[in-house]
T-cell receptor
Framework: DSGVTQTPKHLITATGQRVTLRCSPRSGDLSVYWYQQSLDQGLQFLIQYYNGEERAKGNILERFSAQQFPDLHSELNLSSLELGDSALYFC????????????FGPGTRLTVT | GQQLNQSPQSMFIQEGEDVSMNCTSSSIFNTWLWYKQDPGEGPVLLIALYKAGELTSNGRLTAQFGITRKDSFLNISASIPSDVGIYFCAGQLGSGSRLTFGEGTQLTVNP
């Protein structure tokens, strides 16, 4: 158990819909990272927050947005969903800003039908 | 952007065999990392390498940071069934930069 929690574990929704994925970092960690893992793909970095502020942006679509709240939990919002958005979405956390030492949550499996 | 090429894509081995996998990059990295992802779980950090030429072990796992800083290798000795999973390499260009992940090596160990 990495100490990072993600909810929900599974999510099935229809095209065009909007969903919110939630992540709670390890106790004491200030950074949260979001990754997308499609079938047979590696992990694609989406976005990173540190202590409530956006710090780095990767290949995140304009339909996707995220935020980190004062209690340090983070939410990833995916809107106007398309079939190709079906993937595993992982959250990771670290103590320091933009650290390589990241601890991953169990992921949310999103299926868009 | 940086690309990491990880090979092989998949491996099927017998329990007790040694395993080698590698990762190459078109860019120089200052940190190399190896993660393992069990089915239905998130990746777990196995080994971190900070210096060119560095060889680091974690139990039956040994990883090396290539001299050119453009590659890294992971070896698993005397494989066991619980070694099954996907192994990812990742590189960090410099302190504070994002991680770039390879596409993973799927390892299957037959008892």
């Amino acid at each position: 158990d990495s100490g990072v929690t993600q909810t929900p574990k599974h999510l099935i929704t229809a095209t065009g819909q909007r969903v919110t994925l939630r992540c709670s970092p390890r106790s004491g960690d200030l950074s949260v990272y979001w990754y997308q893992q499609s079938l047979d793909q590696g992990l694609q970095f989406l976005i990173q927050y540190y202590n409530g502020e956006e710090r780095a942006k990767g290949n995140i679509l304009e339909r996707f947005s995220a935020q980190q709240f004062p209690d340090l939990h983070s939410e990833l919002n995916l809107s106007s969903l398309e079939l190709g958005d079906s993937a595993l979405y992982f959250c990771a956390s670290s103590l320091r800003d933009r650290s390589y030492e990241q601890y991953f949550g169990p992921g949310t499996r999103l299926t868009v039908t | 952007g940086q690309q990491l090429n990880q090979s092989p894509q998949s491996m099927f081995i017998q329990e007790g065999e040694d395993v080698s996998m590698n990762c190459t990059s078109s860019s120089i990295f200052n940190t190399w990392l190896w993660y393992k992802q069990d089915p239905g779980e998130g990746p777990v950090l196995l080994i971190a390498l900070y210096k060119a030429g560095e060889l680091t072990s974690n139990g039956r796992l040994t990883a090396q940071f290539g001299i050119t800083r453009k590659d890294s290798f992971l070896n698993i000795s005397a494989s066991i069934p619980s070694d099954v999973g996907i192994y990812f390499c990742a590189g960090q260009l410099g302190s504070g930069s994002r991680l770039t992940f390879g596409e993973g090596t799927q390892l299957t160990v037959n008892p």
